[in-house]
């Protein structure tokens, strides 16, 4: 199946209460396939199509305030739209999944898989200090695993996970092992798991309000030590990367998504032309794997990072490597996809040969 | 001579606050209309019996704190966007009493979409609109619903159509879609109107039980500190010059 059905699929066997959503290329299979499979018939899931980003994003403040698996997906332009409704969220700290399947741009730009939209993903996007737990997929087996991950991140840290995918993967084929159906959560088991929602006030406790308004600056600040101390103990626990051929490398390749798949191959294309060369794919963009990546500063002569964008994920990269190692990047633009060998020559000019 | 503690006496109780309003002291200015209809819709979840069961959504703008006041659970949506949160929780939650409360910059200029459209989606919530003509919180700006020649800081010569546009009937254009069952512009001005109001809020709020759509409840209210004049000034202002352009009694109640 697709990427986009794959999203679909596993939303409904995961138990998500709702999905809000409008129509942008290239992610409309998500609501597509989820209409076509009527899951408010079988696990009671609701699918709404909204009237814009704005609202759908908004309609998912009202799902994820009141203890609900609620998520939406959209592509780059939708995601920008969204971005208001975000960094509320974020603020009043409550769990849901955004999928963004990135096309090239900016403005309208084109209906192509990009990567272009990392720095608004990972750096914050709406306004205020605030991060998104953010999962890069690069396969469309990925893609129906990380709703479930998603889902769990989102809930343990009470924060909005974004799945950063784009058109390649959102758009490619590939067979994939979907999860066994579970039963949404129960009311009660709402109200267990999840005290803090807005789910009627009741005489044992106070009132939930669900808010990012706090007038007093000194409220303010605390919120946001309270959500700094949170994004710390992220990068300290859920780091998830994967390595492919690092051990012996002199040479790194890091990418992910769908540059992380199409940089494998050009990592054994120069392993048989004899070029120890590794690829370290970050799977949660944020946390960022700076450590792990740090970890072969002294063990490699240079990296290379090809992304489909102008140079974001290098920034991070720089940073993991803090100027110990010599790293260049290697980038396609506005929906164009390097080939495997387009990456392998630039580690050749770029990084062995500079 | 009259001792307060006799004044106080049970017997002589003429007004009670409703248990569903906390005692957290009102921000609103002396005068302001938010207090009174705070009050009904409490009195209203009161009567109703189902301070367990509503969930209501504030919006941007004086009213932003209203979760202060009103002793339920809330979420504090971003301006203009209550609709849209209500239609999560509504539907997510169709048992539950879910109830917007917004202003006429909020629902009238930056949620105009988002109103429009949970309206013509037929949501089973209660909006409930307070329509001043003015940008309360914001210190006095030009407000979608102000009248032409009123004057605002951002018109300060008065409301001009040729610059600024006309002022907008939300209630007439939503009554127009078959999504609402009923709309309805009320004051509370008067000891009557304050009643007739309560009446309203209360039939939309017992609408959602019907699940015919949405009920909106307009109140054309006095901000008389963005005004600047006195309370009662502000009431007369109001009569002479609000109702007209803005009628109150009912638009539509299917």
């Known amino acids: 199946m697709k990427g986009n059905e794959a999203i679909a699929e596993a939303a409904i066997r995961y138990g998500v209460d709702g999905y809000f959503g409008y129509p942008i290329t290239p992610q409309s299979e998500v609501m597509e396939t989820l209409m076509a499979m009527r899951p408010w018939e079988t696990t009671g899931m609701v699918v709404l199509q909204a009237e814009s980003e704005v609202a759908s994003i908004n309609m998912l403040y009202g799902g994820a305030g009141s203890g609900k698996r609620v998520m939406t997906s959209s592509s780059s332009p939708g995601i920008s739209l969204m971005q208001e409704g975000i960094s509320y969220i974020a603020g009043a700290e409550l769990p849901c999944v955004i999928v963004n399947v990135v096309r090239g741009g900016p403005g309208l730009g084109t209906i192509q898989p990009s990567q272009s939209d990392y720095f608004q993903a990972v750096k914050g996007g709406g306004h205020g200090d605030y991060k998104l737990i953010v999962l890069a997929p690069s396969s469309v087996q990925e893609m129906a695993d990380f709703v479930g991950l998603a889902f769990d991140l989102a809930f343990k840290y009470r924060n909005p996970a974004m799945i950063l995918s784009d058109g390649v993967i959102g758009q490619m084929m590939e067979k994939v092992e979907l999860d066994e159906y579970r039963p949404r959560w129960t009311d009660e088991e709402i109200i267990e798991k999840n005290p803090w929602a807005a789910t009627g006030k009741k005489p044992v406790r106070g009132q939930n309000i669900m808010t990012s308004l706090h007038i007093q600056a000194v409220d303010q600040e605390n919120v946001n030590r309270r959500l700094q101390a949170k994004y710390k103990e992220m990068q300290e626990k859920e780091v998830r990367y994967e390595t492919f051929m690092c051990d012996d490398a002199e040479y790194l390749i890091v990418a992910f998504g769908s540059a992380a798949r199409i940089s494998k191959k050009s990592v054994e294309l120069a392993r048989e032309k004899g070029i120890k060369v590794g690829l370290l794919r970050p799977i949660t963009l944020f946390p960022f794997p700076y450590k792990e990546i740090g970890s072969y500063a002294d063990q490699i002569k240079g990296i290379l990072v090809p992304e489909m964008n102008a140079g974001q994920m290098i920034e991070d990269v720089k940073l993991a490597v803090n100027g110990k190692v010599d790293v260049e990047h290697y980038g396609r633009m506005g929906g164009m996809i390097f080939s495997p060998d387009e990456v392998e020559n630039a580690l050749e000019e770029l990084i062995i040969g500079g | ?254």
């Open chain 2, 1 to 254: 001579m009259i001792d307060v503690k006799d004044i106080i006496k049970p017997e002589n109780l003429v007004f009670k606050k409703s248990k569903v309003l906390t005692d957290t002291p009102m921000h609103y200015c002396p005068g302001c209309s938010h207090g009174v209809v705070h009050n009904l819709i409490a009195e209203v979840i009161e009567e109703m019996e189902i301070q367990e069961t509503t969930i209501g959504v504030a919006p941007v703008g004086c009213s932003v704190f209203a979760y202060n006041y009103i002793d339920i659970d809330w979420h504090e949506a971003a301006h203009g966007r209550a609709p849209a949160v209500a239609t999560g929780i509504k539907r997510l939650m169709p048992d539950k009493f879910v109830f917007t409360y917004q202003g006429d910059g909020d629902l009238a200029a930056i949620g105009t979409a988002e109103t429009i459209h949970a309206c013509n989606r037929g949501e089973n919530i209660t909006i409930v609109f307070i329509n001043n003509g003015i940008y309360g919180m914001t210190g006095g700006q030009m407000a979608p619903t102000t009248l032409e020649g009123m004057v605002a800081s951002t018109c300060p010569s008065g409301r001009d159509h040729a610059r600024d546009g006309y002022p907008i009937k939300m209630s007439d254009l939503v009554a127009q879609l078959p999504g609402t069952c009923y709309v309805t512009r009320q004051a509370v001005h008067t000891a009557g109107a304050v009643r007739k109001a309560k009446k309203a809020i209360r039939k939309a709020f017992e609408n959602q039980k019907r699940k015919k759509g949405v009920s909106l409840v307009e109140v054309v209210s006095t901000c008389n500190s963005g005004w600047k004049m006195s309370p009662v000034d502000a009431n007369n202002w109001m009569a002479e010059n609000m109702f007209p352009f803005y009628p109150l009694g009912d638009l539509k109640d299917e």
